[in-house]
């Protein structure tokens, strides 16, 4: 059946969505297996968001040396050339329609024309929104001058707009302390970082940024209210305690033309909803097993849109599992297993993914800590794994490889928890 | 010789004032905003409902009762020839408690004096039939069929386009200092762009209406914001098919709960009043949707976490003494025309509004207009890629590429759509470019993740199509500018 006579119809193996290090990764990787591959992406240049953070700290783990984003994106793009994968910039996904296992529809539309693509696959890779004011509770003047991190990233390294010269961050993740770095670069004053949580949310090397750069940081504060007229010209600030209710009397007004929030990220699978895709509340993105296939057969997932990655390296390495997962899936018409043993949360786990696991081969698990500790030991009960750790924090995802017999251990379910040492 | 009329303000009454004015062979009309662009005022921030007119007393708010109907009956026509996006789904003002049947048979009463066609009480059974999600709380209530929905600032753009397509001169960034009166009878107003002839004026200045009469020596009436809140909640979240009103109170219609013409749950709003001096705080308070929140859970329980909250706002009304609409020509000032304290239902009563200035024209001012051989009543709406079907939406993309790149992925707003809303903010005068202006016209940036992605680039498209720099367009206006120069500009201390 053809859902649209009129529109020209393209076929592939697998439509990879969203041409991030996750796309990229998962196209490279189908073609390198045999697959065919399109790669669709709606920026007009490959790479997602990786063009706009022009820090370095990438690729350590993936290409085994310290690169900048441009670079991760660039190296990942020469592979996808030299490879000859297919790839369309500027090519918005409208809907993904699955009329069976086999046989998916993909409506895109470019400035070419608007396309229908049948494959027997997707890999999903659309990454992540930002959490905004709106969202997070800020009231007051409906002013100009609040950013979310990443519109303030990309109009300073994309198209070169410094957006203001005193800055209040609101989040300590490492997407808010990298702004605060970039900022201060570019000689504004970052009066401030607000951090909800009674400790810092990035990884300690970003942390450190605040002592380079002189920036006060308000451990358990909130911003709650923005004024101005115009732009923003002052915001306050509230402690909170260890509820997270807010402390009365304890308001403080900080004069900024700047606000940026980085109040964390969220998966966009919207579309995947639209589907029917199950989604994890824990992590916003789909529940998947150990190929990285969402609850709708050959309907894969990585990057961002799986689960919020600190690593970008885990993000290609995610892409290149789906792409394996979608060779598997239409090899055999379908991704098969003699059980599914299900991943539960135990003590201090906010959320780990896969959700379930075929013990047929060896995994990672991505997981995070509920609350930092320190002296813990992370436990898989079921198959007597033990894993000791100095120290944990929610901001950094824990990487853990099971391999295939270990799992085979456990019967319906394992549950991974990190108690005290 | 044409009779020369200036109208104050282009909100809702002075847009639908100006598209009426403009059927007349024999004036000359002028639509003076101070705001860079239309519908800025009271227009912008309200529930955006087309009321059922049974609210008003005709006895306390004669006005308010004749145009409210009106209007109704005349935005149904309005709509369709000025491709308005809107929806007729009706209205139920819910029954928590039997004593609130003695307040909704008032207004079934009312109604019928004001002639509001086809309302009845419904029992609890038929009210879960109409409203499935209503709460479990609710015995019963009005059912207003007639009541519906716009969207009120592409409203206002669209009365104006088409006033502008039949004549009418616009002024925007115009902000009046003063009225010239010479021997009873006005002359002309004086702005800050320089003065603008009229025979005529007309007061539709909204929340500055009483400051606008006090320059034409009239004081008799004043002013006072009251202010309402809202939540916008993302589009994936469940709201009811028809608009949802709590038995009213003396002061408001309450805390209303409905699903918005783009697919939105939207609540609000409360009633705060304000001193006249706060006409320009249009802040959201922590308070203020705190009563919204607590007020909406009555009607609707599930409401959802407030993650799913995409944009909170306030809107003014603006409160005139005595409650009812002024709309009148004042006798000591010949040629000096009030429309003010167009509070609620003044959205719904613009287009009766409209009709009624033309005629106080032609009875108290004793000038006969004389209407166009030529008049065209229709505008097209702009296009929304995100409404075309694929097929339409790839002729178009054949026609001009443009329309086939999405700029707003969460609204899937093309370029096209916005190089057609810039070309139109050009055609009615729009001087200093506004991402707003683009948003009011596209829906782009009022999506899930509120523009964080598809700003810069409507910054970019923007700068390039009025040719300035992109640091120096704003988000609503001067004073609102995006960014302060190019990324080194601090380091070079050059600041823009």
Known sequence: MEPFPEIPMLGYDVVVIGGGPAGMAAAARAKELGLSVLLLDENDYLGGILPQCIHSGFGIHYFKEELTGPEFAARLAKRLVELG???????????????????????????????????????????????HAFEIGIVGDRVSGIYTAGEAQTLMDIYGVLPGKEVVIVGSGDVGLIMARRFALEGAKVKAVIELMPYPGGLARNVMILKDFNIPLYLSHKVVEVRGKGRVQRVKVVKVDENINEVPGSELWIEADTLVISAGLVPAVKKLKKIGVEIDPATGGPVVNDRLETTVPGIFVAGNSLVINDLVDYVAEQGELAAEGTKEFIDNGGIESRKWIKVEKGSNVRLVVPHYLSGERDVYLYLRVARPMEDVELRIPEIGKRLKLPVVKPAEMIRLKLKAEEIQKANKKLTVEVVKA | MKIKVAIIGAGISGASIARVLSKYENLEVHLIEKAPDVGWGVSKANTALIHGGYDDDPDKYPMRAKLCIRGNRLWHQWVKELQIAHVWNGALIVALQEEDFDELERLLERGRRNGVPEMRIVDREELFHLEPG????????????????????????????????????????????????????VKGVETNNGFIEADIVINAAGLHADEIARMAGIDYFEIHPRKGEYFLFDDDVPGPRRVLFPTPTPISKGIVVTTEISGHLMIGPNAQDLPPEKKEDFATTKEGLEEVWEGAKKLWPQLPPRSKVIRTFAGLRPEPTGGDFIIKAEEEVWGFINVAGIRSPGLTSAPAIAYEVAEIIQRDLGIKLVEKEKWNPYRREITHFFMLPPEKANEMVKKNPSYGKIVCRCNNVSEGDILEAIERMKFIGVKTPSVDSVKFRTKATTGTC???????????????????????????GKGSEIGIGDVKALLRRDEA
Do not use: M
């Not at chain 1, 296992?101 to 070419?112: C, G, R």
């Not at chain 2, 700003?455 to 009025?466: G, H, K, M």
């Open chain 1, 85 to 131: 994968v297919e790839y369309r910039t500027a090519a918005r996904v409208l809907e993904i329609r699955n009329y069976s296992d086999l046989e998916k529809v993909v409506i895109f539309t470019s400035p070419s024309g608007v396309y229908q693509v049948w494959a027997k696959a997707v890999i999903y890779a659309a990454g992540a929104r930002e959490r």
């Open chain 2, 450 to 476: 509120q523009g964080s992605f598809c700003r810069p680039r409507i910054v970019q498209l923007l700068a390039r199509e009025y040719g300035v720099e992109p640091w120096k367009i704003t988000l609503k």
């Open chain 2, 134 to 185: 209503l709460t479990r709380e609710a015995i019963g209530a009005l059912w207003v069929p007639i009541v519906g929905q716009i969207g009120p600032i592409p409203a206002v753009i669209a009365l104006v386009e088409n006033a502008v397509a039949n004549g009418v001169k616009t002024h925007l960034e115009t902000e009046v200092r003063g009225i010239k009166v010479e021997g009873g009878e």
